[in-house]
Protein backbone atom coordinates (compact mmCIF):
# COMPACT_ATOMS: atom_id res chain seq x y z
CA UNK A 1 0.00 0.00 0.00
CA UNK A 2 2.53 2.53 0.55
CA UNK A 3 4.06 1.95 -2.90
CA UNK A 4 0.55 3.25 -4.12
CA UNK A 5 0.60 6.27 -1.73
CA UNK A 6 4.75 6.48 -2.54
CA UNK A 7 4.00 6.71 -6.92
CA UNK A 8 1.64 9.78 -6.11
CA UNK A 9 4.28 11.42 -4.69
CA UNK A 10 7.21 10.37 -7.01
CA UNK A 11 4.35 12.04 -9.57
CA UNK A 12 4.20 15.04 -7.54
CA UNK A 13 7.90 15.31 -7.48
CA UNK A 14 8.23 14.68 -10.62
CA UNK A 15 5.76 17.49 -11.98
CA UNK A 16 8.28 19.78 -9.34
CA UNK A 17 11.31 18.57 -11.02
CA UNK A 18 9.26 19.88 -14.68
CA UNK A 19 8.34 23.07 -13.12
CA UNK A 20 11.94 23.40 -11.47
CA UNK A 21 13.21 22.95 -15.34
CA UNK A 22 10.74 24.89 -16.52
CA UNK A 23 11.70 28.05 -14.29
CA UNK A 24 15.28 27.23 -14.44
CA UNK A 25 15.03 27.72 -18.04
CA UNK A 26 12.09 29.06 -19.50
CA UNK A 27 12.73 28.58 -23.26
CA UNK A 28 13.65 24.87 -22.79
CA UNK A 29 11.14 22.38 -23.09
CA UNK A 30 10.51 20.38 -19.56
CA UNK A 31 13.10 17.47 -19.79
CA UNK A 32 11.62 14.44 -19.92
CA UNK A 33 14.41 12.13 -19.57
CA UNK A 34 13.77 12.16 -15.67
CA UNK A 35 10.93 9.92 -16.20
CA UNK A 36 12.38 6.25 -14.96
CA UNK A 37 9.64 4.70 -13.90
CA UNK A 38 8.79 1.84 -16.43
CA UNK A 39 5.10 2.00 -18.47
CA UNK A 40 4.61 -1.67 -17.05
CA UNK A 41 5.02 -0.36 -13.36
CA UNK A 42 2.87 2.19 -13.58
CA UNK A 43 0.10 0.68 -15.16
CA UNK A 44 0.64 -1.87 -12.09
CA UNK A 45 0.39 1.36 -9.53
CA UNK A 46 -2.65 2.81 -11.64
CA UNK A 47 -4.22 -0.68 -11.14
CA UNK A 48 -3.57 -0.55 -7.67
CA UNK A 49 -4.91 2.87 -6.77
CA UNK A 50 -7.90 2.11 -8.99
CA UNK A 51 -8.98 -0.87 -6.37
CA UNK A 52 -8.03 1.79 -3.31
CA UNK A 53 -10.82 1.81 -0.71
CA UNK A 54 -10.55 5.71 0.40
CA UNK A 55 -13.23 6.07 3.40
CA UNK A 56 -13.61 9.96 4.76
CA UNK A 57 -14.09 10.82 8.53
CA UNK A 58 -15.09 13.89 10.00
CA UNK A 59 -12.80 15.72 12.42
CA UNK A 60 -14.70 16.77 14.31
CA UNK A 61 -18.23 15.85 14.54
CA UNK A 62 -19.78 17.83 16.76
CA UNK A 63 -21.02 21.19 17.05
CA UNK A 64 -23.49 23.62 18.93
CA UNK A 65 -26.53 25.07 17.62
CA UNK A 66 -26.11 28.99 16.45
CA UNK A 67 -22.15 28.40 15.64
CA UNK A 68 -21.01 27.35 12.30
CA UNK A 69 -19.72 23.51 11.74
CA UNK A 70 -15.79 23.79 11.38
CA UNK A 71 -14.63 20.47 10.20
CA UNK A 72 -11.88 19.02 8.02
CA UNK A 73 -12.22 15.39 6.18
CA UNK A 74 -9.94 12.55 7.24
CA UNK A 75 -9.52 9.70 4.63
CA UNK A 76 -7.82 6.21 5.52
CA UNK A 77 -8.32 2.73 3.36
CA UNK A 78 -9.74 -0.39 4.40
CA UNK A 79 -6.18 -1.17 6.51
CA UNK A 80 -6.85 2.14 8.34
CA UNK A 81 -3.95 3.75 6.50
CA UNK A 82 -4.08 7.89 6.24
CA UNK A 83 -4.52 8.55 2.63
CA UNK A 84 -3.58 11.87 1.29
CA UNK A 85 -3.82 13.82 -1.71
CA UNK A 86 -7.52 13.09 -2.27
CA UNK A 87 -9.69 15.26 -4.12
CA UNK A 88 -13.21 15.22 -3.07
CA UNK A 89 -16.52 17.13 -2.99
CA UNK A 90 -18.01 18.21 0.42
CA UNK A 91 -21.39 19.75 0.94
CA UNK A 92 -23.68 20.21 4.15
CA UNK A 93 -27.73 21.01 4.15
CA UNK A 94 -30.19 21.40 7.41
CA UNK A 95 -33.95 21.15 6.18
CA UNK A 96 -32.68 20.71 2.69
CA UNK A 97 -31.23 24.44 2.69
CA UNK A 98 -27.62 23.93 2.16
CA UNK A 99 -24.91 25.42 4.32
CA UNK A 100 -21.95 24.14 2.99
CA UNK A 101 -20.52 23.93 -0.19
CA UNK A 102 -16.90 23.03 -1.12
CA UNK A 103 -16.44 21.40 -4.44
CA UNK A 104 -12.79 20.19 -5.63
CA UNK A 105 -11.50 20.06 -2.12
CA UNK A 106 -8.15 18.48 -1.90
CA UNK A 107 -6.69 17.41 0.98
CA UNK A 108 -2.77 16.99 0.79
CA UNK A 109 0.02 16.67 3.39
CA UNK A 110 0.50 19.37 5.55
CA UNK A 111 -2.13 21.65 3.82
CA UNK A 112 -5.43 20.36 4.95
CA UNK A 113 -8.95 22.26 4.25
CA UNK A 114 -10.87 23.63 6.46
CA UNK A 115 -14.79 23.52 5.83
CA UNK A 116 -16.85 26.27 7.50
CA UNK A 117 -20.63 26.18 7.47
CA UNK A 118 -23.29 28.87 8.40
CA UNK A 119 -24.66 29.52 11.40
CA UNK A 120 -26.53 26.34 12.70
CA UNK A 121 -30.38 25.73 13.61
CA UNK A 122 -31.37 22.71 15.52
CA UNK A 123 -32.49 20.51 12.74
CA UNK A 124 -30.31 17.02 11.21
CA UNK A 125 -27.15 18.48 9.55
CA UNK A 126 -26.78 15.99 6.25
CA UNK A 127 -23.08 15.83 5.33
CA UNK A 128 -22.39 14.38 1.96
CA UNK A 129 -18.30 13.72 0.79
CA UNK A 130 -17.96 12.87 -2.50
CA UNK A 131 -14.48 11.23 -3.61
CA UNK A 132 -12.60 12.38 -6.62
CA UNK A 133 -9.46 10.30 -7.37
CA UNK A 134 -6.16 11.05 -5.79
CA UNK A 135 -3.51 13.14 -7.23
CA UNK A 136 -3.05 16.64 -8.39
CA UNK A 137 -4.14 17.95 -12.08
CA UNK A 138 -4.03 15.67 -14.78
CA UNK A 139 -2.76 12.86 -12.72
CA UNK A 140 -5.72 11.52 -11.21
CA UNK A 141 -6.06 8.19 -10.10
CA UNK A 142 -8.05 6.04 -7.88
CA UNK A 143 -12.07 5.42 -7.15
CA UNK A 144 -14.05 8.60 -8.13
CA UNK A 145 -17.50 9.23 -7.40
CA UNK A 146 -17.53 7.79 -4.49
CA UNK A 147 -20.12 9.35 -2.17
CA UNK A 148 -20.37 8.97 1.28
CA UNK A 149 -23.03 10.52 3.40
CA UNK A 150 -23.32 11.50 7.53
CA UNK A 151 -26.06 12.72 9.88
CA UNK A 152 -24.66 14.65 12.69
CA UNK A 153 -27.35 15.95 15.36
CA UNK A 154 -26.13 19.81 16.60
CA UNK A 155 -26.06 20.28 20.50
CA UNK A 156 -27.74 22.77 22.62
CA UNK A 157 -25.01 24.29 24.56
CA UNK A 158 -25.83 24.73 27.71
CA UNK A 159 -27.08 27.62 29.17
CA UNK A 160 -25.90 29.54 32.17
CA UNK A 161 -28.49 30.39 34.42
CA UNK A 162 -28.54 32.99 36.99
CA UNK A 163 -30.06 33.34 40.83
CA UNK A 164 -31.08 36.66 41.75
CA UNK A 165 -32.54 37.80 44.76
CA UNK A 166 -35.25 39.89 45.67
CA UNK A 167 -35.48 41.12 49.82
CA UNK A 168 -37.89 42.62 51.60
CA UNK A 169 -36.74 45.88 52.93
CA UNK A 170 -36.25 46.51 57.13
CA UNK A 171 -39.86 47.72 58.37
CA UNK A 172 -41.36 47.92 54.76
CA UNK A 173 -44.66 46.90 56.59
CA UNK A 174 -44.91 49.25 59.62
CA UNK A 175 -44.11 52.47 57.86
CA UNK A 176 -44.69 53.55 54.34
CA UNK A 177 -41.19 55.71 54.24
CA UNK A 178 -39.79 52.80 51.35
CA UNK A 179 -42.79 53.31 49.20
CA UNK A 180 -41.35 57.11 48.36
CA UNK A 181 -37.87 55.67 47.49
CA UNK A 182 -39.10 53.11 45.33
CA UNK A 183 -37.05 50.50 48.44
CA UNK A 184 -39.67 48.17 49.84
CA UNK A 185 -38.28 45.57 47.78
CA UNK A 186 -34.87 45.70 47.04
CA UNK A 187 -34.04 45.78 44.36
CA UNK A 188 -37.36 46.78 43.95
CA UNK A 189 -36.38 46.58 40.02
CA UNK A 190 -35.01 43.70 38.68
CA UNK A 191 -34.17 42.83 34.94
CA UNK A 192 -33.50 38.74 34.86
CA UNK A 193 -33.58 35.77 31.94
CA UNK A 194 -36.49 33.65 30.95
CA UNK A 195 -34.97 30.21 33.05
CA UNK A 196 -33.47 32.23 35.75
CA UNK A 197 -34.40 31.92 38.98
CA UNK A 198 -35.89 34.31 41.10
CA UNK A 199 -35.40 33.87 44.60
CA UNK A 200 -38.02 35.98 47.07
CA UNK A 201 -36.97 36.27 50.37
CA UNK A 202 -38.55 37.89 53.66
CA UNK A 203 -35.47 39.42 55.09
CA UNK A 204 -36.90 41.98 56.91
CA UNK A 205 -35.62 42.74 60.28
CA UNK A 206 -38.85 43.60 62.08
CA UNK A 207 -39.81 39.94 61.71
CA UNK A 208 -43.27 41.17 59.71
CA UNK A 209 -45.17 39.03 57.57
CA UNK A 210 -45.09 39.57 54.07
CA UNK A 211 -45.87 38.41 50.33
CA UNK A 212 -44.40 38.55 46.96
CA UNK A 213 -47.83 38.85 44.88
CA UNK A 214 -47.56 39.00 40.72
CA UNK A 215 -50.44 41.93 39.68
CA UNK A 216 -50.80 45.70 40.35
CA UNK A 217 -52.27 48.10 42.82
CA UNK A 218 -55.03 50.74 42.25
CA UNK A 219 -55.47 52.84 45.45
CA UNK A 220 -55.67 49.77 47.84
CA UNK A 221 -57.23 47.48 46.29
CA UNK A 222 -54.90 44.45 44.64
CA UNK A 223 -55.21 42.38 41.35
CA UNK A 224 -53.67 39.60 41.55
CA UNK A 225 -52.50 38.34 37.92
CA UNK A 226 -51.79 34.59 39.08
CA UNK A 227 -48.44 35.15 37.85
CA UNK A 228 -46.15 33.75 41.04
CA UNK A 229 -48.10 34.40 44.57
CA UNK A 230 -45.13 33.01 47.33
CA UNK A 231 -48.74 33.76 49.81
CA UNK A 232 -48.00 35.29 53.12
CA UNK A 233 -44.20 34.40 54.46
CA UNK A 234 -42.96 34.33 57.56
CA UNK A 235 -39.83 35.73 58.27
CA UNK A 236 -36.99 34.36 56.49
CA UNK A 237 -38.91 32.19 54.31
CA UNK A 238 -38.23 32.28 50.56
CA UNK A 239 -40.02 31.47 47.66
CA UNK A 240 -38.61 30.28 44.05
CA UNK A 241 -39.76 31.38 40.68
CA UNK A 242 -38.66 30.88 37.49
CA UNK A 243 -39.71 32.93 34.85
CA UNK A 244 -40.88 30.81 31.30
CA UNK A 245 -41.81 33.84 28.90
CA UNK A 246 -40.96 37.10 28.61
CA UNK A 247 -42.62 40.35 29.69
CA UNK A 248 -42.84 43.12 32.52
CA UNK A 249 -44.16 41.71 35.75
CA UNK A 250 -45.45 43.93 38.59
CA UNK A 251 -45.65 42.81 42.34
CA UNK A 252 -46.83 43.75 45.65
CA UNK A 253 -47.44 42.58 49.38
CA UNK A 254 -50.90 41.60 49.62
CA UNK A 255 -50.42 42.47 53.39
CA UNK A 256 -48.76 46.21 52.73
CA UNK A 257 -49.61 47.52 49.00
CA UNK A 258 -47.26 50.18 49.66
CA UNK A 259 -44.66 47.34 49.09
CA UNK A 260 -44.92 47.42 45.27
CA UNK A 261 -41.98 45.99 42.73
CA UNK A 262 -40.99 45.14 39.00
CA UNK A 263 -39.20 41.93 38.04
CA UNK A 264 -38.66 42.74 34.02
CA UNK A 265 -38.35 38.97 32.19
CA UNK A 266 -36.09 39.27 29.05
CU1 LIG B 1 -45.59 43.23 53.42
Not at 75 to 81: E, Q, T
Not at 89 to 118: C, M, V, W
Not at 184 to 206: H, K, Q, R
Amino acid sequence: MNLTYGVITVVGVLVAISLALIIADPDGAPESRAMVIPENKIAQIEKDLNQLSVNPSLLPSITNVGDALILEVEFRDDGGNVVDHVNYDIFATQNSNSILSDPASHRHPGKYPIHESSALDASLIQIQVVVQGLGHGDDIFGPKGIETTFTITPMVSAQTTTETVIKTADNSGTSMDCQADLDCYTPSIVTVSVGDVVTMLNSDSAAAMHSFTAGTVDGFTPSPSGTFDTGIMSADDSFEWIPESAGEIPYYCMLHTWMQGTIIVE
